[in-house]
């Protein structure tokens, strides 16, 4: 009786100690953890962003006017009926210009919106008066790619995203990924730069990624039983069928004494 005991002992334990390893610790899945209740914090991250070589930008120029920004404004074909023709955007070539009508090349990679905004009033003052000049990136993408819900390529409407919304996009890390250890890879001009961000901590508010530019991939590890297990994560099945065995093991061993 002893021994069956014994054996029916050995089974649960294994069973609890193979149902403690599949949980993930709290400070592998909570983000910003040093953050106190109430805590304020003063945004230092002075992110500003700016345009890129293969960008497509959409640039209008208007005045009271109409006619005389007319000149400044990339149109093509025509739309049904033949009435409202449609707007070119410029991309910026490998040089890191545009071909601007009239003014010719005009280099504004590495540029924010403002400040091209500013070099077209320069460079227009001599054809318009007081001209409304709006700019928008058009081909702003960001890619999520690893442990995540989702995926995949998401379109930004806005001028800038952060890491956060980005991740919201793609439905939030899964279970499985590595908050301490998020890579974001970024495009200067050809030259690739990897930067690592941790989530768990308040301080990624002042990351250089924390902001998101356009074309950023962001990449979260698996951690190392996403690793080691299937693509569904089989450590729940491991467990029922090591149950299985050590039960029927232990109805064998009962049976036979």
């Not at 960008?55 to 409202?84: C, K, W, Y």
């Amino acid at each position: 009786m002893k021994h069956k005991s014994s054996v029916v002992f050995a089974s649960l334990l294994i069973i609890s100690l193979v149902l403690l390893s599949s949980c993930a610790s709290k400070k592998e899945v909570v983000y910003f953890q040093n953050a106190s209740n109430f805590e304020t914090l003063v945004d230092k991250n002075s992110f500003t962003p700016k345009f890129k070589v293969d960008d497509l930008v959409s640039i209008n120029v208007s005045t009271l006017d109409n006619q005389a920004s007319v000149p400044f404004n990339l149109f093509t074909g025509v739309s049904e009926g033949g009435i409202r023709p449609e707007k070119v955007d410029y991309l910026i070539d490998q040089d890191g210009n545009i071909n601007f009508p009239v003014i010719g090349k005009l280099k504004i990679s590495g540029l924010s919106p403002e400040e091209v905004r500013l070099l077209l009033t320069e460079k227009l003052k001599d054809y318009l008066k007081d001209p409304i000049i709006n700019i928008r990136l058009v081909n702003f993408t960001v890619t999520i790619l690893g442990e995540v819900q989702r995926p995949g390529t998401y379109p930004v409407s806005g001028e800038r995203i952060t890491i956060l919304e980005a991740l919201g996009f793609a439905g939030d890390l899964t279970i499985k990924g590595i908050r301490k250890n998020v890579m974001v890879i970024r495009d200067f001009d050809g030259t690739k730069v990897y930067t690592r961000i941790d989530l768990t901590q308040k301080e990624a508010m002042n990351s250089p990624v924390y902001y998101l530019t356009q074309n950023d991939v962001v990449y979260v590890e698996p951690n190392q039983s996403a690793v080691t297990s299937s693509s569904l994560d089989n450590r729940a099945g491991i467990a029922i069928s090591l149950a299985s065995i050590l039960i029927t093991s232990t109805i064998y061993f009962i049976t036979r004494n």
